[in-house]
């Protein structure tokens, strides 16, 4: 598995991939938290489907700096999946998959590789998104009138729970990704799915059928986000998306496992 790592860490180090993958995360963190702190005195601010309408109380709270990042999550997370998507489908359209298995035919290791190598740079995505977040929340927050007196408190055990969280749900999107790719072998059917379903589908359902889309994929992973909402707890809504991401992975495994790479 070690020399499948290494493939896959190589071409996720390639200058463009880094660009597109953690610059995009970084922005849209910093374009979220942006909107988030301007808009949220007006009374304006929310987000993609599933996000909780934002007040000024929320921003001022200990975590406030992680409200923007926590409503538009979604977002991040259709960067992820895009990001593990294109890991799977490139294979197949550069015909990398034929020399793979051919230099290690145990499959499972191969795709144990590319989870564990794009775990990590998704982890590091995101790690650098809360990092610039930090950063550049609190003179936001000063210049739109939002105090930030309460981010200093407990801020150290705050920043850990806020980071893993995100991550999490981030990750979730992820094996999504990856799912999507394996099953399509296309990079723009499996972006135009991830985006269609979050932006689309889910919000088209939530509006129709309110009570039955809190269950849906997108809504248990935006939960996770935010370490629960009023509608799911914290730990039902783990529960929920590793029961959607288990269902996923499983059918990636025997896709790969039972595919013809010469056709």
Known sequence: MIRALRSELIRLKNPSTLLSGIGLMVFLGLLATTIVLVTATSGEAGGPPHA???????????DGMFVGLQNFVGLLGIVALTVWAIAVTSD?????????VQAE????RLLAGKVVALTGFTSLAML????????VAR???????VSTDAWTTDLLRTVVEGY???TLSVLLWGVVGLFVGMITRSTGIAIAIGIGYLLVF???????LDSAARWLPGAAFGAIATGGTADMALGTAVVVSLAYVIVAFAVTVI????RDITA
């Open 255 to 258: 896709t790969f496992w039972r």
């Open 52 to 62: 909780n309408r934002v007040t000024l109380a929320m921003l001022e709270a200990g």
């Open 105 to 108: 035919p145990r499959r499972w």
């Open 164 to 166: 893993v969280q995100l």
């Open 92 to 100: 197949y359209s550069s015909g990398l998959i034929r020399l793979l």
């Open 128 to 135: 650098v998104t809360t990092a610039v977040v930090l950063v």
């Open 202 to 208: 889910e919000g088209v359902l939530g509006l129709l």
């Open 139 to 145: 003179p936001i927050a000063e210049m739109a009138g």
